[in-house]
């Protein structure tokens, strides 16, 4: 419903991000996308008003706010069971200091074969968008020794 009636209305989206809502965003959960330190963020000390326009207008007229919350909801339907299944795959994790959720690592390694886990000094639960030259060179790092093995 939030997803739908906010891809609608450009205004709605807006809101969401931006301000208090009905649902709870408080200004300490919201702020976590502007600043590392949740109790020193400011969105607007982070991104310039453009910024954040353009990144609700890519939302609003593509009509894609929905698909982008639906994996939280989906996530949310997952069986317990099924979250104690250990993925195989060597994983990287970047544990940017603003996300919401910061497992540790023994959980980590219980959840999944970890090859990498780094804590970005800046960033937060929109890590790509906050600091895109960091996040590119954390996804660059964990791929580097895969890629020297693949061309050797």
Known sequence: ??????GRYGCGFASLLTTRSA?????????RVAEPDPDRGDI?????KDEI??????????????SSMRMYHANAAIPPAQHARRV???????????DVVRPPRAWLERAANVARVTEPARGGHFAPFEEPELYAEELRAFFRPYREVATS
């Open 44 to 48: 607007e000390r982070r991104f310039t």
């Open 53 to 66: 326009l353009t990144n609700i207008t890519i939302y609003w007229l593509t009509a894609t706010i929905g």
């Open 23 to 31: 649902l709870g965003v408080s200004r300490r959960s919201r702020n």
């Open 1 to 6: 419903m939030i997803g739908l009636s906010a």
């Open 88 to 98: 195989e795959v060597l994983s990287g994790f970047s544990l940017f200091r603003g």
